[in-house]
């Protein structure tokens, strides 16, 4: 796993920080939140005038502000004005196991690949994950999103999850990354971009799944178009990948 990230959220400033992240879970009165690459438990500031504290915690997904003082963090609220999931099926729950994920398209762009949907104990959220592999001896392959019309100049939050699977004797590094991937419009498939590949994240010799390696970062928009997220996944033989709870959300 990645730890610069990590680090990096838990940075001190003088005396405080605020950051954008994404809830993963919630729990009781406090949640599991994803900044960066980074995930954390986070306590929520409850409103005055709120009988049941348990309404105040905001369910999987939501964008909320998080700030950090010392070692706590607080989770003040949804943040106004960010979108819900722009992405369709990025739980990949909406296929049955073993075949291709709707909504999904693969591209290879080196040797030859194969994604299809697989139930593993582990998920992140529901009971999918989309599974990635190499049919060739090295791969590398995009697996990419339903479009997402974008304004130039927005910010969007882009953020997955990849855990690894390796064979016995296999070298455990295999590299993940999610990108953003820009286009005229809706019908146009990679690789015909309008603008370069945009890496927003990447997670270098994922460690084996459970747990799950977070991958996220912030994009804004070079043009007005249209956006797809892609998980990228390089992949030897006796080496695979599996990615959950893919969002796409713009704010700011
Ligand atoms: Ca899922």
Redesign the pocket.
């Known amino acids: 796993m990645n730890t610069s990230a990590v680090n990096l959220a838990a940075q001190g400033g003088p005396w405080a920080q605020i950051r954008t992240g994404t809830v993963v879970e919630a729990s009781g009165t406090s949640v599991t939140v994803l900044v960066g690459s980074a995930v954390f438990t986070a306590s929520i500031v409850i409103p005055f005038g709120i009988p049941d504290p348990s309404a105040a915690v905001p369910p999987a997904g939501t964008l909320v502000a998080v700030g950090r003082q010392d070692s706590s963090w607080t989770v003040f609220g949804a943040v106004l004005g960010a979108s819900g999931n722009l992405i369709v099926n990025?739980?990949?729950?909406n296929s049955a196991t073993g075949v291709a994920p709707s909504s999904w398209t693969l591209y290879d762009v080196s040797g030859t690949s194969v994604a299809i949907v697989e139930r593993p104990p582990f998920?992140?959220?529901?009971?999918?994950?989309a599974a990635v592999s190499p049919v060739s001896a090295t791969a590398v392959s995009l697996l990419y999103s339903s479009p997402v019309d974008v304004v130039a100049g927005e910010r969007y939050q882009l953020s997955a999850f990849v855990g690894a699977e390796y064979e016995e004797g296999v070298a455990q590094d295999a590299d993940a990354a999610v990108l953003a991937l820009w286009f005229d419009d809706a019908s146009t498939l990679y690789p015909t971009t309008t603008d370069p590949d945009t890496t927003v994240a990447t997670a270098t010799d994922v460690i084996p799944v459970p747990p799950w390696t977070p991958v996220s970062g912030t994009v804004t928009a070079p043009v007005s178009g249209v956006l797809r997220l892609a998980l990228r996944s390089s992949l030897a033989a006796g080496q695979a990948f599996f990615w959950?709870?893919a969002t796409v959300r713009r704010f700011g």
């Not at 990025?90 to 729950?93: A, L, M, N, P």
């Open positions: 990025g739980s990949f729950e998920v992140v959220v529901g009971e999918s994950t959950d709870f």
